[in-house]
């Protein structure tokens, strides 16, 4: 029995995280960490704080209509995966996350992954760029242009 693989196309990919939007929000974090202190160590409350105030992305829009603040998205979302942990603790999480926003991704009709995925793609994205800010890494970039090797999470019965 032969077997066939369809190659998909990259057009066909269903991406977590666009590279539009990573790419908007790269853009004002880097600008508000210049504005700050400009080195790689920065306060990440104070560039969450600026990406909620100057909103970017749709994500962001949808984020902020549905009331969250950039005060509350740095406390509920960011800094429990962000502070006080090891650079392996954090490159973790944000694998974690680029799993999880690839699942997000795959499931469009479903309305509730779908309702997870501002706070999802906009987590791992600030994530992402901060972990590549302070340790010189290129996550983000890897988890837009190739998500596949993140792969996609698990669900136990």
């Not at 920065?42 to 600026?50: C, G, H, I, K, P």
């Not at 549905?66 to 603790?89: A, H, K």
């Not at 779908?114 to 793609?121: F, Q």
Request: glycine residues 8%; hydrophobic residues 45%; neutral net charge.
């Amino acid at each position: 029995m032969a077997f066939r693989f369809r190659r998909r196309d990259k057009s066909d990919r269903r991406l977590g995280v666009k590279a539009k939007d990573a790419s908007a929000v790269e853009r004002v974090l880097d600008e508000a960490r210049a504005l700050y202190n400009g080195g790689p160590d920065f306060d990440m409350r104070r560039v969450v704080l600026q990406l909620f105030e100057r909103c970017p992305t749709a994500d962001l829009r949808e984020l902020r209509a549905e009331g969250m603040s950039g005060e509350s998205f740095y406390r509920m979302e960011i800094r429990p995966n962000w502070d006080e942990l090891s650079r392996g603790e954090r490159a973790a999480k944000i694998e974690a996350f680029a799993r999880f926003a690839n699942v997000i991704a795959r499931a469009e009709g479903d309305d509730a992954a779908a309702g997870m995925g501002p706070v999802v793609r906009t987590k791992v994205v600030v994530l992402a760029w901060a972990f590549d800010s302070l340790y010189r890494d290129d996550y983000l970039e890897r988890i837009v242009h190739d998500p596949a090797p993140f792969g996609e999470i698990e669900v136990g019965a």
